[in-house]
């Protein structure tokens, strides 16, 4: 899958009537100088020479320099990763415990006013643009209340939470709350953590749609099953038959879908990304894509495509870990 | 023409007739309704131009200016109502030319099966898992922002959608007795395809159809918001981008009337899509 996306990608861009070249030069320079810059980027050269080289480079983990500035894509990337890991992770766990608990309370009331709700809430949810969500909260909580900061990672100014420092081991994993933590900077963690928790709701609100439903649908599938009028036939309360035996059954369709919404996650880490002003790879792709910077845009696109076939993988042990009958 | 008739009839049936789905059917095409009602006669609401900076810029609303001006000085009221047009017409299209493609292609895919089943399958599933925005944005900055685009772009993330859906319907109707009959008494791969498999498939592909138009929304609203797209044009994504601007002034009126918009449009067509579905799929109900 990797290779299919790196290969659509790298023809489409290279579609594009425009050059990187022509980014870094001011406008109207001699032709000349134009000439050299594309031959030293290698753009002069045949298409299938230009993408087995790239790919050879891909195999063994290069992605090459970016286009525009020369430095290496790997590391322009990974400093822009943890920012998007950090309010992805987050937004997820916000749209499966939102998503989770809305579709079991759905189901549980089915047919009742508080299920009618539940389903509406759902639709809405979906229905609703993150950047507009996004921008809501601001003015609630960050303008008219003042609770919270409206964008950016850190307070201004602020200076990078150092990581754990145990003379030879350095850890500095990027992830700000984190390595707050491991550094014990308690307030610099309630910064870091006070800059997440806007972005992070708006991202995983919208995206809890679709897992209300799905936990709804299924649930209300699980509940007819025989063991669950079992469970009630010995008395069991609503509450513990829901929680302690249906759920993790219904969860399993829930899971699969996780994986698949990711791909949604990401797509709406690039909007709330450009709302909040965090500096993260959505941020990095739109710069990226306006200075046709290939290299990068193909960096980009393979990190996002390995990202994806790591988080199927790690559904699919997951799924295999609920539901025992599941061997790997 | 018979089978256009049924096809009619599967999806305006559920509008007409009782049953689960239709109160959400109804209310989701009242919604789209006035929405596109408010598009087509805007110049009868307003009687302001929506891309004529000629005004104060940042007004709050008053009687002059009911929804206020924005950071162009332009008059938002006349913005909102005209900023749909571009929106729904791109999404419009981008669904017809999903079904032309993503349907055809799921109906052979799954009929033909073997190889060209598997490579057009792990194609479309690649696309599929992709981010869809990122898609349509490399593919808006590589040729361009026009309608045209707009709409191709959003089709190329959305054909997997119709594909999968269409694939995996006909495998299952493939397998019935009933079309191993029509086979047996000399039937043709185009009318088994057109008489008996498509009747079964096109509930699915409406409730495809229809979040494929609430997605398109929110899709190139989401570009515009970005800033990709024209930023002259009058349209709701673009005024959040300008609105974005202004709103930690405490600007609401900039973003919160096109931003409700956009959701209500959505909601739309949302609510036609989960309507259908129940219909469709008693397991929802």
């Known amino acids: 899958m990797v290779l299919i ?15 990187p070249c022509l980014f870094k030069v001011e406008k109207y320079t001699n032709p000349e100088v134009i000439a050299t810059c594309t031959k030293n980027l290698g753009l002069d050269q045949p298409l299938y020479v ?25 590391g322009q990337l990974f400093s822009r990763f943890p920012a998007t890991l950090e309010l992805t992770l987050c937004s997820f766990v916000v749209s499966v415990v939102v ?6 309370i759905g189901a549980q009331r089915k047919g009742t006013v508080v299920d009618g709700a539940v389903k509406v809430t759902g639709i809405l949810l979906y229905a609703f643009p993150v950047f507009f969500l996004g921008m809501i909260f601001q003015l609630i909580f960050g303008v008219y209340l003042h609770w919270l900061p409206t964008g950016g990672r850190l307070c201004a100014g602020c200076a990078v939470p150092a990581g754990l420092n145990l003379g030879p081991i350095h850890v500095q994993t990027g992830l700000y709350t984190i390595d707050s933590l491991l550094a014990g900077n308690l307030s610099a963690f309630a910064d870091a953590a006070s800059h997440l928790i806007l972005p ?85 792709l739109v710069l990226k894509v306006y200075q046709l910077d290939y290299t990068a845009i193909q960096g980009t696109v393979v990190l996002i495509a390995i990202l994806i076939s790591v988080i199927a993988l790690l559904v699919d042990v997951l799924y295999a870990y609920i539901d025992p009958r599941v061997r790997l | 023409m018979s089978t256009l008739g049924g096809a009619a009839g599967k999806i305006f049936a559920p509008l007409v007739r009782r049953g689960s789905g239709r109160t959400l059917i109804l209310s989701g095409v009242a919604i789209i309704v006035a929405v596109v009602a408010m598009s087509v006669f805007a110049p009868y609401i307003t009687g302001a131009s929506p891309t004529s900076a000629i005004y104060r810029p940042n007004l709050a609303p008053s009687t002059g200016h009911p929804l206020g001006t924005d950071i162009g000085g332009r008059d938002v009221l006349a913005r909102v109502v005209y900023g749909g047009r ?61 309608l045209v685009n707009y709409s191709l772009a959003i089709a190329v993330v959305y054909i997997p ?4 859906v269409v694939r995996s319907q006909t495998l299952s109707v493939k397998q019935l007795p009933y079309v191993d009959a029509a086979h047996s008494v000399g039937a043709g791969y185009v009318s088994v395809i057109r008489k008996y498999i498509w009747p079964n498939i096109i509930p699915s592909v409406v409730v495809v159809a229809t979040i494929n138009f609430a997605d398109a929304i929110l899709i190139t609203a989401g570009l515009d918001f970005i800033g990709v797209g024209d930023l002259l044009k009058p349209d709701w994504g673009v005024d959040l981008y300008y609105g974005r601007q202004t709103l930690l002034a405490g600007d609401w009126w900039t973003i919160v009337f096109s931003g409700v918009m956009i959701l209500i449009t959505a909601l739309g067509f949302s609510l ?14």
């Open chain 1, 99 to 104: 998503g989770v608990v809305l579709g079991a």
């Open chain 1, 5 to 19: 996306l790196l290969s659509v990608v790298f023809l489409l861009i290279r579609v594009i009537p425009g050059n």
């Open chain 1, 200 to 284: 992070s709701l708006a991202l995983g609100l919208v995206i809890s749609g679709v897992f209300i439903r799905i936990t709804r649908t299924n649930l209300l599938e699980t509940l007819r099953a025989d063991y669950v009028t079992a469970a009630k036939a010995r008395g069991l309360k609503g509450r513990t038959v829901i929680f302690g035996y249906a759920l993790r059954n219904a969860l399993l369709p829930v899971v699969t879908v996780m994986g698949l919404q990711f791909a949604l996650l990401l797509s709406g880490a690039v909007l709330t990304e450009t709302e909040f002003n965090i500096d993260g790879l959505g941020r990095y």
């Open chain 1, 50 to 74: 230009q993408f087995f080289g790239y790919f050879g480079g891909v195999l063994h983990g290069n992605l090459g320099l970016s286009m525009i500035d020369f430095e290496p894509i790997s």
């Open chain 2, 161 to 164: 959608s119709y594909f999968r």
């Open chain 2, 86 to 146: 571009f929106l729904l017409v791109v999404a419009f299209l981008a669904v017809l030319i999903c079904m032309a493609i993503g349907v055809p292609i799921g109906l052979a895919s799954a009929y033909r099966g073997g190889l060209v089943d598997r490579v057009v399958t792990l194609l479309m599933d690649s696309i599929y898992a992709f981010p869809s925005l990122v898609f349509s944005l490399l593919i808006i900055i590589i040729f361009g922002p026009t």
């Open chain 2, 272 to 285: 036609i899509s989960e309507g259908y579905a129940e219909r469709t799929n008693p397991k929802l109900r």
